[in-house]
């Protein structure tokens, strides 16, 4: 999809969280050990109509010196999902989804998630790596329109009390009342 470039380039918000698969299009913080649901919006362009566009879906956990794609995971289908056809000009947006997948736990309290759209017309940046090549991950979303990026704030709610007392373990926080 095409959006304006942003400084804050992970915050695409033609990406977005569902915590189940039903077609929504208001984005929900991701549930930390649970299946959660990404949409993406894809746009053209191009002037010429783009046919058999394939966007793939990934994760990973967020940190400095992430690598594409050693650092990543992929969502599931694992082969994508296709819009068969997208008008030009930005004439038509297209929904694809759900892509399945399960947030990472870690320490910055959200998951950083990339989808990638692609055609034979327009291929990637990521398709033209050969095998064992590698890039650093800021180079990939503000240098091509094709990739889109969101981090995802996490949420304890799939793993039921135990799950709640794990996240909060060694969690340090203050309560104050100013009041009698």
């Known amino acids: 999809g095409e959006y304006q470039y942003k400084y804050d380039h992970w915050n695409n918000t033609s990406v977005w969280n569902r915590n ?13 050990g649970a299946t959660n649901y990404m949409y993406v919006k894809v746009k053209n362009r191009g002037a010429s109509a783009a046919a058999n566009v394939v966007v793939k879906g990934y994760h990973c956990l967020p940190g400095a010196g992430l690598v594409w794609p050693t650092d ?12 068969a056809s997208i008008g030009a000009n ?3 947006e297209v929904t694809l989804g759900p892509f399945e997948w399960v947030p990472n736990t870690n320490a910055y309290g959200h998951d950083c998630v990339l989808m990638i759209a692609s055609t034979a017309g327009d291929p ?9 090549e590698t890039i650093a991950e800021w180079r ?3 240098n ?11 949420v304890t709610g799939g793993e039921g009390l135990e799950g709640l007392i794990r996240a909060l ?11 009698r």
């Open 20 to 32: 189940a698969a039903d077609g929504g299009t208001a984005h929900q913080l991701a549930i930390l």
């Open 72 to 83: 990543f995971t992929q969502m599931t289908p694992l082969a994508g999902l296709t819009a």
């Open 90 to 92: 930005n004439t038509q």
């Open 124 to 132: 990637s940046n990521v398709d033209k790596l050969a095998a064992g």
């Open 140 to 142: 990939l979303v503000p």
């Open 144 to 154: 091509h329109n094709n990739i889109g990026q969101r981090n995802v704030t996490l």
């Open 169 to 179: 373990h060694e969690h340090i926080f203050f309560v104050g009342n100013p009041f």
